[in-house]
């Protein structure tokens, strides 16, 4: 009895986004969630084309976006690097890889390949990426020392890991909710990210009072 109640206080202690996972449990949850993932005013809000600026991404390089959702953010990236580089779109859900793969139809993108990943290994091949992304994704990560050790590995010696993530206050989202739903501050967040094997190269508002950005390299 004494080692299952160890195991199971172990397993609870690791599930530190379990707030903001909690839209995320079914397939109906997570087709409401995706809506908005899609919605036609996205761009004006989250800045895409300033975000993959920030990121430096260069014609033949390759990148993945973590957590990709309904693929989002894909004909930015696919543009970033054009025809001779290489987009991994990354789930963890099946149904929201299978809507990423839609709009990837839709907008004929031939440089994008999808991965199926698990909730402590995002299943990306090791020494293959000049970057990473983690677009509002940080926050629904239940084992982050995992996550990051395995993100480390699959970037190429000199690669970034960039995280764009919501403010932990009470603009960020409507109605405060980020207070609740976002589990680190910025600057918590770059201190769990440095002592799992980064170190913060940059760091910026890419939307005032809304989301932060940071750019962080290997240790």
């Known amino acids: 009895m004494k080692h299952c109640l160890?195991?199971?206080?172990c397993s609870l202690s690791a599930?530190?986004?379990?707030?903001?996972?909690e839209g995320y449990k079914t397939?109906?949850?997570?087709?409401?969630v995706g809506s908005t993932l899609a919605a036609a005013d996205r761009d004006a809000?989250?800045?895409p084309k300033e975000l993959v600026a920030a990121m430096g991404l260069k014609p033949g390089m390759s990148v993945a976006d973590v957590g990709t959702g309904v693929g989002y953010m894909l004909p930015f990236l696919s543009e970033?690097?054009?025809?001779?580089?290489?987009?991994?779109?990354?789930?963890?859900?099946?149904?929201?890889?299978?809507?990423?793969?839609?709009r990837v139809a839709t907008e004929k993108l031939t440089n994008v390949r999808f991965v199926l990943g698990g909730s402590d290994d995002p299943k990306l091949p090791a020494d293959s990426l000049d970057a990473i992304l983690m677009l509002d994704v940080y926050h629904h990560i239940d084992y982050p020392a995992k996550v990051l050790a395995n993100l480390r590995k699959a970037l190429k010696p000199d690669g970034r890991l960039v995280i764009v993530e919501y403010h932990k206050n009470e603009t960020a989202m409507p109605n405060g909710r980020a207070l609740e739903h976002i589990r680190?501050?910025?600057?918590?967040?770059?201190?769990?990210?440095?002592?799992?094997?980064?170190?913060?190269?940059?760091?910026?508002?890419?939307?005032a009072k809304v989301q932060w950005m940071g750019i962080f390299a290997k240790k």
Do not use: M, T
């Open 184 to 207: 680190l501050g910025e600057g918590d967040a770059e201190r769990e990210i440095e002592s799992n094997g980064f170190r913060l190269l940059s760091h910026h508002d890419h939307v």
């Open 45 to 47: 809000r989250q800045k």
């Open 6 to 9: 160890i195991l199971l206080c």
């Open 80 to 102: 970033a690097v054009g025809a001779g580089g290489n987009v991994i779109a990354q789930d963890i859900f099946p149904d929201f890889l299978d809507k990423a793969r839609e």
């Open 15 to 21: 599930q530190v986004a379990e707030k903001a996972n």
């Open 27 to 32: 397939p109906e949850a997570r087709a409401r």
